[in-house]
């Protein structure tokens, strides 16, 4: 069961993201415009993970002792929804001043798609939110999110959370698609460099395999709904689709990885890049290794563990 911990966690990692996000676009532009407008945008989030983390402190102390009362978790999403609600706010402001710099031809319409992304986030991020208290007030339990929930009444409150979730994957593996396009594009002409093209592809990889595993944990949704499948081989299947996603997806993050490094390695053999380039590129190439060791070994065990007979009542 996903308690109300768990969905603050959620938003406590969607905030990190966004203000690592937001600094690093800030950094990109050469000539930053509005300063102070940013610089603003920056202090408001960090006032807000920081108000979050509270919530967090808070919420920790009511579960240890078990206090699980309708009315303190209904208190502790509608503080996630202020949250959200100001992120929002920022990423709509945010995307207006990156469409003025594009006007003025200071930025390409990358920067655009970026901004219109976090604002499509955020506001999937706050209706997911909204969509746990409406949950709440009429369950009066906390929010769930496994595929062998039930409904509540005659709504599918995970399905309609896991359609969100969809509709964001497949804008980012859209927008991740079109900047493959568009690197290739500026490859072959000779504006950026081979690894630039290296990168999107992994991009893409991500993207792709985020929207495949949602996708599917969609299907063994309705199967259980359906009664197709019973709830111990849902969850079972659902462990499942999350290890053979990651393990694919570090496959092709190796591949791109060793494609990197032996670029660099031609690059650094020919005296273009430092050493330093070069050792970077095998450690990035080492830690997709032990990560893909790591998940084949992980995924192994837990087929063997299926495999097994239930234990004995008799012992």
């Not at 062998?148 to 959370?161: K, L, N, Y």
């Not at 964001?168 to 630039?196: C, H, K, W, Y």
Request: aromatic residues 4%.
């Amino acid at each position: 069961m996903n308690g109300p911990m768990e969905s603050t966690d959620e938003y406590r990692r969607f905030l990190e993201w966004q203000i690592l996000s937001q600094l690093r676009r800030q950094e990109n532009f050469a000539q930053p415009v509005g300063h102070g407008r940013y610089t603003r945008l920056k202090l408001a989030l960090l006032v807000s993970l920081s108000v979050l983390f509270g919530v967090v402190g808070v919420t920790a102390t009511a579960q240890l002792q078990e206090a699980r009362q309708k009315d303190q978790i209904l208190t502790m999403l509608r503080a996630e929804v202020d949250l959200a609600e100001v992120r929002l706010s920022l990423a709509q402001e945010y995307l207006q001043e990156v469409r003025s710099r594009f006007n003025a031809g200071l930025v390409g319409r990358e920067s655009i798609e970026g901004a219109e992304r976090d604002l499509n986030l955020a506001d999937v991020v706050l209706s997911k939110i909204r969509l746990r208290i409406e949950e709440v007030q009429i369950s009066g339990m906390p929010p769930q999110d496994e595929t062998t929930a039930p409904m509540i009444g005659d709504r599918d409150f995970v399905g309609e959370r896991l359609k969100l979730d969809m509709m964001v994957a497949r804008q980012q593996e859209a927008m991740a698609t079109r900047n493959l396009t568009e690197t290739i594009r500026r490859f072959d002409a000779g504006l950026i460099p081979q690894l630039s093209v290296l990168e999107a592809k992994a991009e893409v990889t991500r993207a792709t395999g985020e929207a495949s595993a949602i996708n599917l944990l969609i299907a063994l949704r309705n199967q259980f709904l359906a009664g197709s499948i019973r709830a111990e081989e849902s969850a079972r299947r659902r462990v499942q689709i999350q290890a053979q996603n990651r393990l694919v997806l570090a496959q092709s993050l190796l591949e791109i990885a060793r494609q990197k490094y032996d670029r660099i390695h031609e690059m650094y053999e020919a005296g273009e890049v430092d050493e330093i380039i070069l050792i970077k590129a095998e450690l990035e190439m080492a830690i997709q290794q032990a990560e893909l060791k790591k998940l084949r070994e992980q995924l192994l065990l837990f087929e063997q563990r299926s495999l097994l007979p239930p234990p004995s009542m008799n012992n």
